[in-house]
């Protein structure tokens, strides 16, 4: 007996986009099935007409609750799930991935609890977590890699710069390219996948020393820091090392061109390796820093030049680049201008509600992206790199209803009032046309046009489990 129908609308499938309509049973899709064939007397009716129907996004990069360090003597943290989640909800998200970072001195299964402490009754969307390793860990801790994998959590974060220079109240994200391939080694073995933050920290921090020293320390020069050139050596080392291991690789953040290529040159020859970018590298560049709200677009490594636009653009398109995320970071407007220098600009923002509608935007309307690259870049190839396919990231029978109503006949330039999230949305100004309008989580409809539907404790924790296909060759 179905509970809800979803009628009238353009759905995205596996088999193909057309008017299907969509069956659900409690907290499951149960049927797609040819217009009409379905029971109509039972269950409520959605009457999508003129909407596109769309798999729930998944968003693959956030960080909430997050320690700030980028004013060491004046330490804050990012939002919490609380506040985020309901942007992502009203944005058409509804599953997102954070971060638990494990540092020296800690263990793997006990951050991982704590993060799940924190965001239990706390999400307005499901989550589930990477697992950062970083700083010098201790070589047990590598050890905890299959135990994590095992208990639902196969993915592993590292950075291989610190990203910021050195500072003695901050602790170094970095992790030595050793540890990186110590982890590869066992990663690979037992079925997870390297998430990687790729720059070169040899260059980066030469950098700022010399950008230091010659008295050139405007924000507006961070794409001269974070260059092209290190996102190349860095990508470059990090995939040799994965061809040597065997380990399936998926690249955060993604800024340059240099970057596109090295990921499309590893896939060529057969690895798995995966490209992310973020919507805020694909539609700005290096240009806006120097504008009053710049940095509000900034996150590390950096906007880049017109030329890596492009390449992101074909990437997400065709081929090379398979997911788009945001890298959410949300703070307060203040907090995020606070800083002005290449080495104290808060990185990262408050982008995860514009995200389906930016990809929309700019994706479908301006580029002419197909609908099935649309639901793959915003939500089916996050949940199949990351091990959460097909339970999220399809419109199938014996998927999770998560699904997300898009309607293309609206016409906007984005204000204030469109945003759920702090005090501010970078996107803010930006013109869409098509927007989403319905988001629904397990069956249950938790926002409709820009009104709250649901509650903090409607997200659940997510065990994941990647597809050996995915570690093989590239999958998606
Ligand atoms: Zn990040």
């Known amino acids: 007996m179905l509970d809800l129908l979803i009628r009238n609308g353009t759905v995205i499938t596996p088999q193909g986009v057309g008017a299907w309509d969509v069956g659900i049973e409690g907290e499951h899709i149960v049927a797609v099935a040819a217009p009409g064939s379905l029971p109509t007397d039972g269950p409520r009716v959605l009457d999508a007409t003129g909407l596109v129907v769309s798999p729930g996004g998944v968003e693959p990069h956030a960080h909430l609750a997050h320690p700030i360090m980028s004013h060491p003597e004046e330490p804050?943290?990012?939002?919490?799930?609380?506040?985020?989640?309901?942007?992502?909800?009203?944005?058409?998200?509804?599953?997102?991935?954070?971060?638990?970072?494990?540092?020296?001195?800690?263990?793997?299964?006990?951050?991982l609890e704590q993060r799940a402490a924190r965001w239990k009754g706390q999400s307005y969307v499901?989550?589930?977590?990477?697992?950062?390793?970083?700083?010098?860990?201790?070589?047990?801790?590598?050890?905890?890699?299959?135990?994590?994998?095992?208990?639902?959590?196969?993915?592993?974060?590292?950075?291989?710069?610190?990203?910021?220079?050195?500072?003695?109240?901050?602790?170094?994200?970095?992790?030595?390219?050793?540890?990186?391939?110590?982890?590869?080694?066992?990663?690979?073995?037992?079925?997870?996948?390297?998430?990687?933050?790729?720059?070169?920290?040899?260059l980066v921090q030469f950098n700022y020393e010399r950008f230091r020293e010659e008295g050139r320390m405007e924000g507006s020069n961070l794409h001269l820091v974070h260059t092209k050139l290190s996102e190349l050596l860095s990508f470059r080392r990090t995939v040799a090392l994965a061809e040597a291991t065997g380990v399936g690789v998926y690249f955060v953040h993604t800024s340059a061109k240099e970057g596109v290529d090295t990921i499309a040159e590893a896939r060529a020859k057969g690895l798995p390796v995966y490209g992310e970018t973020l919507h805020q590298y694909a539609c700005f560049n290096a240009e806006f820093y120097k504008t009053p709200r710049g940095f509000c677009s900034h996150t590390y490594p950096s906007l880049?030049?017109?030329?890596?636009?492009?390449?992101?653009?074909?990437?997400?398109?065709?081929?090379?680049?398979?997911?788009?995320?945001?890298?959410?970071?949300?703070?307060?407007?203040?907090?995020?201008?606070?800083?002005?220098?290449?080495?104290?600009?808060?990185g990262g923002n408050c982008g995860a509600e514009a995200r389906l509608g930016?990809?929309?935007?700019?994706?479908?309307?301006?580029?002419?992206?197909?609908?099935?690259?649309?639901?793959?870049?915003?939500?089916?190839?996050?949940?199949?790199?990351?091990?959460?396919?097909?339970?999220?990231?399809?419109?199938?029978?014996?998927?999770?209803?998560?699904?997300?109503?898009?309607?293309?006949?609206?016409?906007?330039?984005?204000?204030?009032?469109?945003?759920?999230?702090?005090?501010?949305s970078p996107w803010e100004g930006w013109a869409v046309e098509g927007w989403p309008v319905m988001t629904l989580l397990r069956g249950k409809l938790i926002a409709e046009r820009g009104t709250l539907l649901g509650s903090p404790s409607d997200g659940q924790l997510l065990k994941r489990k990647i597809d050996p296909t995915v570690l093989k060759r590239p999958a998606c």
């Open 76 to 111: 804050a943290a990012t939002l919490g799930p609380e506040e985020d989640t309901r942007g992502m909800a009203c944005g058409g998200t509804t599953t997102h991935v954070d971060f638990c970072y494990v540092r020296p001195g800690l263990d793997v299964q006990p951050v």
């Open 358 to 424: 930016i990809a929309w935007t700019e994706g479908v309307v301006r580029r002419g992206m197909s609908l099935a690259r649309f639901a793959d870049i915003t939500a089916t190839n996050a949940a199949r790199i990351l091990g959460l396919y097909p339970r999220k990231g399809v419109l199938a029978p014996g998927s999770d209803a998560d699904i997300v109503l898009i309607d293309p006949r609206i016409k906007k330039t984005l204000a204030r009032e469109d945003f759920h999230v702090s005090d501010y």
């Open 126 to 202: 499901d989550y589930t977590f990477h697992i950062t390793l970083a700083g010098a860990l201790p070589l047990r801790v590598f050890d905890q890699i299959p135990e994590a994998i095992q208990s639902g959590f196969p993915s592993f974060k590292v950075f291989t710069t610190n990203v910021l220079p050195p500072h003695p109240k901050r602790a170094g994200n970095r992790i030595d390219f050793g540890r990186i391939h110590f982890a590869m080694e066992r990663v690979a073995r037992h079925g997870g996948l390297m998430v990687v933050h790729g720059e070169d920290e040899d």
């Open 304 to 346: 880049k030049f017109p030329e890596d636009q492009a390449a992101l653009w074909q990437g997400l398109l065709r081929d090379g680049l398979s997911t788009l995320a945001t890298d959410e970071y949300p703070t307060s407007l203040a907090l995020k201008l606070k800083g002005r220098q290449i080495d104290d600009v808060t």
